[in-house]
């Protein structure tokens, strides 16, 4: 009778984890999406609890401690500058979980597996022990453990696409001689090698891409685990989460103007570099490096404002002095925006939630196709942190790396700020053409500091 | 407990229909909460816990015992730190005139 009624309950969960989506489409709904989620989860698990004796409650007990212990203190102290770190973390943890569970599930059913089981189980630990370690490496290289660079030497495809090759014939091994059981450690540990050498080939800058494919294989696993085990449920919360990631990435790399591939095979920082030294640095250019009080004084005649940040922002913890800037311009009546290029941070959305975080409120968020049209019409647009995603090369010059990629067409206003530490190229190795622009004031310096000096001076002019 | 072909096919298709239905849901999602978005999903998956929960009702030796033990003790993690960093960034989102 329980079977029958646990059935019922994962419905209504299926059915809660689906209105939260609709309602996250939109500021207003979006707490309500979380709680109904909420509710969702503990409706499966408390189906679950009454539909299956739990044999050993003690060790339930425990894990569900240590757990608490654990995610309490993320869930609480995270600050919102390492919220993709968090975000790397939990794939992480969500996919080792899911893979955990299949390798149980192999185990469980020895020797009664049969193959197409098995089959789906196999691709199911692959992808889970892949994203896992994946997302270990993200969660390094965003949390500084490791550099960011992409880790890049010659062949390194073959020798990942090697690597993945072999983690399947020992799959298809293993679905042909299920009870060879020593071959799933083996299968595992080459999945997890490939997860490794994917993501060190990829930089710093490609990590909210990279962190939405990790999101769209860690919902893949749970859908296959759903298969393995016919619950419904767990098909469709990982369907959910795949789709989620794969669009979050498609987004990211057409910001980018990358393909998929690209992204996870192009290792960009290094290549880059290699193939524009040269011809995109022109020589004889100068570049005007202006004081702060130059800024404010210009400051004074403009009547509307945009900011433009960029992860550099969050480096710096700028958002909340961007913000006493802006105040005291729209105290003096100045009409202030936020462009917000979707790549601008390490994860999709970032910068909205810095700024947010900031108390800025969100009518205030300009996404970029809003925000192109409007510099034309914009006195000042200051550049915070932000370098590549800003460059006119990109509709420019067909012989850029940049080129073709949609950037925040801050050129088109009748002044530039940009605030920045020193003339290093960004993060494609490409010099940016706006510095030498007539309407561009360069400052250089902390973004913090600066934007601090700023206020200082605003205040000084009364 | 085999993987029945009618099984397969039922699953299949709700698998392909929560797809795209997922695809349709999140493609209005609002831009300025994608962050928020990526925590909630990666909560939601955490029904997996479910499956764990399944296993350790019926655990046939220590080596299933330890690696589903383990794999609640991750996925309950996720839960609670999902849920709570996503309300926890939801709340900063304000409209103009309560931001101050």
Known sequence: MNDAIVEYLYVVAIVFFVISLKWLSEVKTSRYGNWIAASGMAVAIGGTLLAYQIQRVDLLVLAVVVGAVVGAPIALKVPMTAVPQRTAASHAFGSLAVALVGSAEYYQRLPNIDTPTLAVLSAEMILGYLTFMGSCIAFAKLQGLIPGKPFIYGGRNFVSLATLGVAVALAVYLVANPTQSFVLPIMAGFAILFGFLLVMAIGGADMPTVIAILNSYAGMSAAALGFVLNNQVLIVAGALDGSSGFILAMIMSKAMNRSFTNVLFGGVGAVAVASSGGPATTGGRTVQAFTVEDVASILRDARTVVFVPGYGMAVAQAQHVIKEVADILQSKGVDVKYGIHPVAGRMPGHMNVLLAEANVSYDQLWEMDRINPLFAETDVAIVVGANDVTNPAARTRPDSPLFGMPIMNVDKAKTVVFIKRSMNPGFAGVENDLFYLPNTMMVFGDAKKVLADLVAALGKQG | ?100
């Open chain 2, 1 to 100: 407990m085999t993987l029945a072909s009618t099984d397969l096919q039922i699953n299949l298709i709700v698998f392909l229909l929560a797809t795209f239905l997922g695809l349709e849901l999140v493609r209005h999602v609002s831009r300025l909460l994608h962050t928020p978005l990526m925590a909630l999903t990666n909560a939601i998956s955490s029904v997996s816990i479910v499956a764990a929960l399944i296993v350790l009702s019926e655990p046939k030796d220590d080596t299933v015992l330890a690696l589903v033990t383990i794999a609640i003790a991750l996925v309950f993690t996720n839960i609670v730190s999902g849920f709570g960093i996503t309300e926890r960034i939801l709340r900063l989102f304000k409209p103009r005139n309560k931001a101050k």
